[in-house]
């Protein structure tokens, strides 16, 4: 079956770093794109980060420049280095994926990422 399965996530002090990881598996249909999203309490989910098929990023404006979401082939595995955490960062992240066929998306179960002072 199809997997998504986020690690990485913790608890760190503002300006610390944390990489997450994403280790896809059972997708059939090529993937267009995978991306990270984030969830606060009270507040819609965010779009984080987003890397092709081709290899361009994308980001929101709000971690651009701290987060950079990166790609393994050879272990079907999306990161998100993030640098410079700041306590608005605090969130459960989560990966997706999409594919190419049918615009399908997948979601993984979010892990947690915490920023304290």
């Known amino acids: 079956q199809v997997q998504l399965v986020e690690s990485g996530g913790g608890l760190v002090q503002a300006g610390g770093s944390l990489r997450l990881s994403c280790a896809t598996s059972?997708?059939?249909?090529?993937?267009?794109?995978m991306a990270w999203y984030r969830q606060a309490p009270g507040k819609q989910r965010e779009l984080v980060a987003t890397?092709?098929?081709?290899?361009?990023?994308n980001y929101a404006d709000s971690v651009k420049g701290r987060f950079t979401i990166s790609r393994d082939n050879a272990k079907s595995t999306v990161y998100l280095q993030m640098n410079s955490l700041k306590v608005e960062d605090t969130a459960v992240y989560y990966c997706?994926?999409?594919?190419?066929?049918?615009?399908?998306?997948?979601w993984g179960q979010g892990t947690q990422v915490t920023v304290s002072e």
């Open positions: 997706n994926a999409e594919t190419t066929l049918y615009k399908l998306r997948y």
């Open positions: 059972g997708i059939i249909f090529s993937i267009n794109a």
């Open positions: 890397i092709t098929v081709g290899g361009s990023t």
